[in-house]
């Protein structure tokens, strides 16, 4: 029982890998935006309450100067504050907003930065991927090509974009990226 326990475990991690090698990042593969696509409501009039039991940390200058830069590449791509929630919980997840560089023994394959992207799945150069305006950009690129974005759940817009073998795990985040875009949107 252990043994297929395990190999279906080894299974879905291999798929999971598989997906972020063979996928990259999803605006990789759309340069322009299809003549019929409909513009998307530039505000959003509730906020959806945050999904399950939720976490925090206390941020240090560094991770609160990223959340900031998070927030600036969001308004400089023309995003709503959603973005920058859903993109600052995935930050907080993948990174806990630390700009992370190759970690030896403990990365996660070719992971960098804020996002943890991968050179090898198409985000960019391990210089551009640890600059927080290209990493955030890069996947606002990605969440902008997931139809719907705008109104589905944080975790499942994240998930879409970073290909996760934890897909679950950017809910818990919500609260504080929403706390942290209202704090620092309007400064």
């Known amino acids: 029982m252990n043994?297929?326990?395990?190999?279906?475990?080894?299974?879905?991690?291999g798929l999971a890998f598989a997906g972020g090698v063979f996928a990259g990042p999803i605006a990789a593969h759309a340069a322009t935006p299809a003549a019929d696509?409909?513009?998307?409501a530039a505000v959003q009039t509730t906020a959806p309450k945050p999904q399950g039991d939720q976490s925090?940390?206390?941020?240090?200058?560094?991770?609160?100067a990223n959340a900031?830069?998070?927030?600036?590449?969001t308004k400089k791509a023309g995003l709503p504050e959603r973005a920058a929630v859903i993109s600052i919980?995935?930050?907080l997840q993948e990174s806990k907003l630390e700009n992370l560089g190759h970690l030896g023994d403990?990365?996660?394959?070719?992971s960098l930065g804020l996002f943890q992207q991968r050179p090898s799945s198409g985000w960019g150069t391990p210089e551009q991927i640890t600059n927080p305006e290209y990493s955030t950009t890069a996947f606002l690129k990605g969440l902008k090509q997931v139809d719907?974005?705008?109104d589905m759940p944080l975790t499942d817009a994240a998930q879409t974009v970073q290909v996760s073998a934890y897909p679950d795990a950017y809910?818990?985040?919500?609260?504080?990226a929403t706390d942290l875009v209202g704090q620092y949107w309007n400064s």
């Not at 696509?37 to 998307?40: C, D, E, G, S, V």
């Not at 925090?56 to 609160?64: A, C, K, R, V, W």
């Not at 900031?68 to 590449?73: D, L, M, Q, R």
Request: cysteine-free; charged content about 20%.
């Open 89 to 91: 919980a995935t930050s």
């Open 3 to 13: 043994t297929i326990f395990r190999k279906s475990m080894l299974s879905v991690a």
């Open 171 to 176: 809910a818990q985040w919500e609260q504080q």
């Open 56 to 64: 925090h940390i206390d941020l240090n200058d560094e991770q609160t």
């Open 68 to 73: 900031k830069a998070i927030i600036a590449a």
């Open 148 to 150: 719907g974005w705008q």
């Open 37 to 40: 696509a409909k513009p998307a």
């Open 106 to 110: 403990a990365n996660d394959h070719d």
